[in-house]
């Protein structure tokens, strides 16, 4: 399957109560044959409304910080554990996250078989790899079902609180030596 056809399904998707709301499913964004995917939470307003990706104030900072870190981001998969807007941009709930990684996420990530796959923020974290303690464990990489993840903080958690920000970096520099060394 290609990613355009995984894309048209998420676009006509009812299997969970996210699509009620939503004004566009957000399904990602960025090469088919990326090295690197990030994954975060989830679609905020601007998302919503535009059906791309990270372009909002989070979006933006991650964009520098992919730049800072002497990649593109149009080299980078970009997507998120759900495909479309909590209201009020609450947190996913555990059975719309895994009905939303099983149908969809899931097979992004076989169709694009990246080298490395950074999860933003605890949600991602969470979702995909179990481990909850973002603060003792970002910056690390693990071996989940034969991939591997890095766990990193979300941009919108070093948008809210700056200290954050320099370890984000680091990370970002991590995740890209990652795909040197291959
Ligand atoms: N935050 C996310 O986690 N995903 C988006 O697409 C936008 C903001």
Redesign the pocket.
């Known amino acids: 399957m290609k990613l355009q056809e995984l894309c048209n399904q998420a676009n006509n998707c009812n299997q969970c109560p996210l699509n009620e709301s939503r004004t566009h499913t957000?399904f990602g964004e960025g090469p088919e044959n990326a090295k690197i995917m990030l994954i975060?939470?989830?679609?905020?307003r601007n998302?919503d409304e535009t059906g791309r990706?990270?372009i909002?104030s989070?979006?933006k900072l991650l964009s520098e910080l992919i730049q800072d870190a002497g990649m593109d981001r149009s080299q980078i998969y970009i997507t998120?554990i759900v495909k479309c807007r909590p209201e009020n941009n609450r947190k996913p709930r555990k059975a719309e996250y895994s009905t939303c990684i099983r149908l969809f996420l899931k097979k992004q990530i076989e169709i694009i078989n990246p080298d490395i796959i950074g999860l933003?923020?605890n949600s991602a974290i969470y979702a995909l790899i179990g481990e909850s303690n973002i603060k003792k464990i970002h910056g690390q990489t693990y071996q989940v079902d034969g991939r591997k993840y890095m766990a990193l903080f979300?941009p919108?958690a070093a948008l809210y609180s700056r200290k954050l920000l320099p370890q984000l970096k680091e990370d970002m520099l991590k995740l890209k030596k990652n795909i040197d060394h291959n």
């Open positions: 957000v975060g939470e989830a679609p905020g998302e990706p990270f909002g989070s979006g998120s933003l923020g979300h919108a």
